[in-house]
């Protein structure tokens, strides 16, 4: 993966609604909710208004997904610094 495409995704993760996010069910349907202070949710991020099996892990997910993709990222950058510096350190043992 590109520098560009992880930048990309920060970027679209970025500009999404702040988290954390917390799934929450409302009357039959799972909502998505900006969490706030400890005792209050904020502005709503998505609803999944289908009362399916599937709602509820739907909901879970969605609402894990943006830290969980800045988490992945920062990982894939960690790796990415590992794999070049010890590519640094290979082509300099390789000249020597």
């Given at each position: 993966m590109t520098d560009e495409q992880l930048a990309a995704i920060r970027a679209r993760c970025e500009a999404a609604t702040p988290g954390p996010w917390k799934a929450t069910r409302r009357?039959?349907?799972?909502?998505?909710?900006?969490?706030?202070?400890?005792?209050?949710?904020?502005?709503?991020?998505?609803?999944?208004?289908?009362?399916?099996?599937?709602?509820?892990?739907?909901?879970?997910?969605?609402?894990?997904?943006?830290?969980?993709?800045?988490?992945?990222?920062?990982?894939?950058?960690?790796?990415k610094a590992q794999v070049a510096s010890y590519s640094r350190l290979l082509s300099r043992r390789a000249a020597a």
């Open positions: 009357s039959k349907d799972w909502w998505v909710m900006q969490e706030g202070d400890s005792t209050h949710l904020r502005g709503r991020v998505c609803l999944i208004d289908d009362n399916t099996p599937s709602s509820e892990l739907d909901a879970h997910f969605i609402a894990h997904a943006r830290r969980d993709v800045l988490d992945m990222l920062a990982e894939v950058e960690k790796a």
